[in-house]
C-alpha cells in the first residue's frame, strides 16, 4: 500500500502564492495533482512523469508549476498569482505503471483558500 502525505495548504491572499508538498511512501511512476471547488467535479491540474514530462489543465499553464524530487519521492505544486476561482481542495495522487494495469493512490487533500 502507498501512502501519501500532502501539506502546504493554508489561506492567502489574492495574488499570493502557495506550495503544496505530497510525499510518497515509494517511488512512482505519475504524479499529480487535481482539485475540486465546492459545487463542482474534480478537475486536473497537472501531473509530472517520473521523467520529468510534465501535463497541465489549459486554464493554469503558466500560473502553476509541477516539479517532483524522485529521490524524495515528493511532488511540488507552486501555485502563483491565484484567484477567487482557485479555492479547493487539492489532491494528490500517485500512479503505477504495470503493464497492462496501473494503480492510483491518493493523498487526504489540502484546503485552498484565497481571501483578503
Known amino acids: 500500500q502507498v501512502q501519501l502525505v500532502e501539506s502546504g495548504g493554508g489561506l492567502v491572499q489574492p495574488g499570493g502564492s502557495l506550495r503544496l508538498s505530497c510525499a510518497a511512501s515509494?517511488?512512482?511512476?505519475?504524479m499529480g495533482w487535481d482539485r475540486q471547488a465546492p459545487g463542482k467535479q474534480r478537475e486536473l491540474v497537472a501531473t509530472?512523469?517520473?521523467?520529468?514530462?510534465?501535463n497541465y489543465a489549459n486554464s493554469l499553464k503558466g500560473q502553476f508549476t509541477i516539479s517532483r524530487d524522485n529521490a524524495k519521492n515528493t511532488v511540488y505544486l507552486q501555485m502563483n498569482s491565484l484567484k477567487p476561482a482557485d479555492p479547493a481542495v487539492y489532491y494528490c495522487?500517485?500512479?503505477?505503471?504495470?503493464?497492462?494495469?496501473?494503480?492510483?493512490?491518493w493523498g487526504q487533500g489540502t484546503q485552498v483558500t484565497v481571501s483578503s
Open positions: 495522487y500517485a500512479r503505477v505503471l504495470t503493464f497492462p494495469r496501473q494503480y492510483t493512490y
Open positions: 515509494r517511488n512512482m511512476d505519475v
Open positions: 509530472i512523469t517520473s521523467g520529468g514530462s510534465t
